[in-house]
């Protein structure tokens, strides 16, 4: 199988889907890819980057909200609102 020019869906650049790269396409069954080894590689950098979010329930007005960080048990969770409240207040005094 020779190299395969493939425009990029997404970036619009032509890339080589290479000899090799075909035969290991076809071994596992995948379908020819349809983005660059950059776009693909980014958007795999993406999903790893994604923050993890925390299901929260606010203790000072019970709203439910959702955090980056993972709550520790026993200590109070504040929703964004309070807890920028409560930053400026801190920061008045
Ligand atoms: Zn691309
Ligand atoms: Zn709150």
Excluded: W
């Amino acid at each position: 199988m020779p190299d395969v020019e493939i425009t990029c869906v997404q970036c619009r650049e032509v890339f080589i889907f290479t000899e090799k790269e075909q035969e290991q396409f076809y071994q596992r069954n995948m379908m020819t890819p349809q983005r660059c080894l950059r776009c693909r590689s980014k958007k795999a950098a993406q999903r790893a980057d994604a923050p993890t979010k925390y299901e929260i329930i606010c203790d000072n007005c019970g709203k439910h909200d959702s955090v980056p960080f993972q709550p520790k048990t026993g200590r109070s969770v504040l929703c964004r609102d309070c807890y920028e409240a409560g930053r400026s207040r801190a920061r008045s005094v």
